[in-house]
């Protein structure tokens, strides 16, 4: 069974930075692609970045050039790199694995998808 634990949350202030890690377990990781969602309160959880087993990325325009994912493969464990992170970045995020990463991150979500827990991020001053 494929399961993932995220970590690293907490308060940060406007224009800080901050790193997410999803630790997994009962799976190769490198076989997978993964995805990391968020849900701001009062709206639907969406696709922040994905990253597939060869390390190709793709993230939705609010975060480009923001956020950085990553993967190594040997620990297991998937990243978030947040920098320069806004009110709106506000949200609990969702580490997911099996996804598929496409392009559009309507289509990250599918039936096999393994979600963890979610880990809370608030920015603000």
């Known amino acids: 069974q494929l399961q993932v634990v995220e970590s690293g949350g907490g308060l940060v202030q406007p224009g800080g930075s901050m790193r997410l890690s999803c630790a997994t377990s009962?799976?190769?990781?490198?076989?997978?692609?993964m995805a990391w969602f968020r849900q701001a309160p009062g709206k639907e959880r969406e696709g922040v970045s994905c990253?597939?087993?060869?390390?190709?990325?793709v993230y939705v325009d609010s975060v480009k050039g923001r956020f950085t994912i990553s993967r190594d493969n040997a620990k297991g464990t998937m990243y978030l790199q947040m920098n320069s992170l806004r009110p709106e970045d506000t949200a609990v995020y969702y580490c997911?694995?099996?996804?598929?990463?496409?392009?559009?991150?309507?289509?990250?979500?599918?039936?096999?998808?393994?979600w963890g827990q979610g880990t809370l991020i608030t920015v603000s001053s």
């Open positions: 997911a694995a099996n996804v598929e990463c496409m392009e559009n991150p309507l289509y990250w979500v599918n039936p096999d998808i393994s």
């Open positions: 009962g799976f190769t990781m490198a076989n997978y692609a």
């Open positions: 990253i597939n087993s060869r390390a190709r990325t």
